[in-house]
């Protein structure tokens, strides 16, 4: 299968990893921005297979992970009322709010659906003329454009009892947060490249730039990463900070301008709320005046619903690199995929999920190779 099979060479990794060794000579701490390529980190050990110098921090790079329990409750709220049809991705069902998640909304008679994009609910509420059909639209700037499309497709065809909760974040201002935190040790970051592929990498050199760390744009294989950590790496080595660009195959500098062009005219930029890490200045989007009609938020005038994290979910640190998964004491214990405490154990993409699945249930560190593999 091209752009997989030829990107999880054995050989091809050796060689990489072969360099890597041979070319750090002080620890240096890189954080991958996403949650798809924290998952194959885990899953293919890679950073077991790094030298012990290299230490791969995991990002807030999940965007199930980062919707705040407010819109949680939001969602909540709104999927509870009679005559409404819900709509989700099927990741979110499970995310607990304050008390209770979708799935339990569900199963108390409210119409919650399952949907596999956002124009699926468009052609619900087309359906059901007398319903009201509600998206719920989350993610990074990967899954922005086509929400866009949908609500511009909405009130292109005059299609008024649709809308869409909006919880849309960006990633350049995270990075930016991450960077001005005082615990933050970040001296490197693995972008991400789906993300790049929309919105390029225009934002980023003026944070390389201001903060002093390189930015390498990589893909989610296991070579993209090894080569995005060989970059990294060599550039710390030199005391360089540059965003280079290590996924061509789908990153162009300037992005796709189509996409661009759709989510400037749809949304715009505002402040917007992280779980576990607060709110981040200009982090999101927000449907812009021209559409505000297709809000979700004022159409059902849930504006004012304002909720606390729950204190024994410490989702947050481990969103913002601070702990390790295994390092929360609820980890594996109160908080399991079946009884989830918070989003990083439920979303697919999610670290703690990673490290549940993947067997990493001890803090002891796994030896790692002493010198360069061969």
């Excluded at 849930?302 to 690199?321: N, Y």
Aim: aromatic share 6%.
């Amino acid at each position: 299968m091209k752009y997989i099979e030829e990107f999880q060479d054995p050989e091809l990794a050796r060689r990489l990893l072969h360099e890597i060794h041979a070319t750090v000579t002080r620890p240096w701490a890189l954080m991958e921005v996403c949650g798809g390529q924290t998952h194959s980190i885990i899953r293919h050990g890679i950073d077991q297979l790094l030298p012990a110098e290299v230490e791969l921090i995991h990002g807030p790079g999940c965007p199930v992970c980062v919707t705040p329990l407010e819109v949680i409750d939001k969602a909540l709220e709104i999927a509870s009322r009679p005559g409404v049809v819900f709509c989700s991705f099927g990741d979110m069902l499970r995310v607990p709010g304050t008390g209770r998640d979708l799935f339990q909304v569900r199963g108390a008679g409210g119409d919650v659906r399952v949907v596999y994009s956002p124009l699926d609910a468009l052609r619900i509420a087309q359906q059901n003329p007398d319903r009201q059909v509600v998206f719920f639209g989350i993610g990074f700037e990967t899954t922005a454009p086509p929400n866009a499309m949908t609500v511009h497709q909405a009130r292109k065809l005059g299609i008024r009892n649709f809308s869409m909760l909006v919880s849309h974040v960006r990633v350049p201002p995270a990075i930016e947060a991450i960077m001005r935190s005082p615990s933050c040790r970040v001296q490197g970051f693995l972008a991400a490249g789906h993300v790049c592929s929309v919105m390029g990498v225009d934002e980023y050199p003026e944070l390389a730039r201001r903060f002093r760390v390189p930015i390498v744009v990589t893909g989610f294989e296991p070579l993209d990463i090894l080569e995005g950590v060989r970059r990294t790496v060599a550039q710390l080595e030199r005391g360089e900070h540059t965003v280079d660009n290590a996924y061509p195959r789908a990153v162009r500098a300037e992005g796709n301008p189509a996409a661009k062009a759709m989510l400037e005219d749809v949304f715009e930029v505002t402040d917007r709320s992280w779980r576990g890490i607060g709110v981040i200045p200009g982090s999101g989007w927000r449907l812009s005046p021209k559409y505000r009609d297709y809000d979700a938020e004022h159409r059902f005038s849930v504006d004012g619903i304002r909720t606390r994290e729950p204190a024994e979910c410490r989702s947050g640190e481990v969103l913002q690199g601070l702990i390790k998964p295994h390092e929360c004491e609820a980890f594996g214990t109160l908080c399991t995929p079946r009884t989830p405490l918070g989003a990083t154990m439920v979303s697919s993409e999610g670290a703690c999920a990673a490290y549940y699945l993947y067997r990493r249930l001890d803090i002891t560190p796994a030896p790692r190779e002493a010198t360069p593999v061969v």
